[in-house]
C-alpha cells in the first residue's frame, strides 16, 4: 500500500505536471527547429510572439464570454483559438517580409537576423504590453477538475490522491493531435517534403524548381499555429503574463539544442527531458521517500534539490552541457 501511494504521489506531483509542462514546450521547441532548421537562423522573438498570439486568443475568448458562449465543460479559449492562430500568422508573415526577408536576399550572416529577431522581441513584447498590460490574465473558464484528489482517494482508498485537471487532458490531447498531424506533413505531403528538401540543400532545392517564398510562408503559418497552441495551453494550465512567456524562450530553446536543432523528432523528446528535469529537480521527495524507506531511514530534510524559483536554472545547466559536449543535441541536429 506504501508503494502504491508513492506511486499516487510521484505522479500527482511529479508525471502529471512534467507531462503537460513538457507538451506545452514541445510545441514551442518545434516552431524554433523549424525555423533554424529551414530559415537558417535562432529566432529570439519566439516567447513574445508565443505571447502576442495568446494575448489574441485570450482577447477574443473575453468577447465570446461577455456574448455568453460556453462549451462547458471545455473553456472557451478552444474556440478562439482559431482567430489567436490567424492573428499570429499574419503577425509573422509582416515581420517576415518587412524585416527577416531583405537579410534572406542579401544572405546575410546568421547572427545579424538573431539580432534583428531582438528587435522584433522587442517590439512585439511592448506589444502585448500595451495591448493587455503586464500582470496575470485570468481567462480559464468551465470545468477545472476531470476528477480531484479527493475523487480518487474515496475511489481507490488509498491516503494519496490524484487528480487531473481539464487543462492538462486538453495540452495533452492536443498536443499528441498537432505534433502528429506536423510529422505527418513533413514526411507525407509533396509540400512537407519540399520544406525537407529546403532545410537539407538549399542550392540544389533550388535546382530542383522549389520556390523558397513558399516554403518561408508554409514554415511561419506552421510557427504560428505551434506557438498559439503552446501559449494558450500553457495560459489555460497556469496562467498568462508576458514576462512568463519571454522566461519560457530559454526552456524551449534547451529543448530544441537538446535534441539536436533542426530535428523536429529530437526537439520534442528534448521538450520532456527539460520538463522531467525541471520539475524532479525542484520537487521535494521528502515524503515520497518516507513511504519507501523504514522509519528509521526517513530523510530529515525536504529532499527537495533547488527551490521552484531556480527552475529556469535547470533548463540553463542542461544547455551549457549540452553545447559543451554534444553539440548536435542527443538526435544529431545540426551544430550549433
Avoid: C
Wanted: proline fraction near 4%.
Amino acid at each position: 500500500m506504501d508503494f502504491l501511494n508513492a506511486l499516487v504521489l510521484l505522479g500527482n506531483f511529479v508525471l502529471i505536471p512534467a507531462v503537460s509542462y513538457g507538451s506545452q514546450l514541445a510545441l514551442g521547441a518545434l516552431g524554433i527547429t523549424l525555423v533554424y532548421g529551414i530559415l537558417r537562423f535562432s529566432h529570439f522573438a519566439h516567447g513574445d510572439v508565443m505571447a502576442f498570439g495568446t494575448m489574441a486568443v485570450i482577447l477574443f475568448t473575453w468577447w465570446l464570454q461577455s456574448l455568453g458562449v460556453s462549451i462547458d465543460p471545455l473553456p472557451t479559449a478552444l474556440l478562439a483559438l482559431p482567430v489567436g492562430i490567424v492573428v499570429t500568422a499574419l503577425l509573422l508573415l509582416g515581420v517576415d517580409r518587412s524585416v527577416y526577408r531583405f537579410y534572406r536576399k542579401v544572405r546575410a550572416a546568421p547572427i545579424v537576423v538573431v539580432m534583428a529577431s531582438l528587435g522584433v522581441m522587442f517590439v512585439v513584447n511592448g506589444l502585448t504590453r500595451l495591448v493587455i498590460g503586464p500582470d496575470d490574465q485570468n481567462f480559464a473558464d468551465g470545468a477545472r477538475f476531470l476528477f480531484t484528489v479527493r475523487d480518487f482517494r474515496d475511489a481507490t482508498g488509498l491516503a494519496e490522491g490524484l487528480g487531473l485537471r481539464w487543462s492538462q487532458l486538453i495540452t495533452i490531447s492536443v498536443t499528441l493531435v498537432v505534433v502528429g498531424a506536423l510529422f505527418w506533413f513533413l514526411n507525407r505531403t509533396r509540400t512537407g517534403k519540399s520544406m525537407r528538401a529546403f532545410s537539407d540543400n538549399e542550392d540544389l532545392a533550388l535546382l530542383s524548381g522549389i520556390n523558397p517564398e513558399r516554403v518561408v510562408m508554409v514554415t511561419w503559418l506552421i510557427v504560428a499555429v505551434l506557438v498559439t497552441v503552446a501559449g494558450t495551453l500553457y495560459g489555460l494550465d497556469k496562467s498568462f503574463k508576458p514576462f512568463t512567456y519571454f522566461q519560457l524562450l530559454l526552456p524551449m530553446f534547451a529543448a530544441a539544442i537538446l535534441g539536436g536543432l533542426g530535428n523536429p523528432l529530437g526537439a520534442v523528446a528534448g521538450a520532456y527531458v527539460i520538463a522531467l528535469s525541471e520539475v524532479g529537480v525542484t520537487y521535494a521527495f521528502r515524503k515520497f521517500f518516507e513511504y519507501l524507506l523504514p522509519e528509521s531511514l526517513e530523510p530529515q530534510g525536504l529532499m527537495q534539490l533547488l527551490s521552484t524559483d531556480y527552475k529556469f536554472a535547470v533548463s540553463f545547466v542542461l544547455l551549457v552541457l549540452v553545447l559543451l559536449f554534444r553539440p548536435t543535441g542527443l538526435f544529431k541536429g545540426q551544430s550549433v
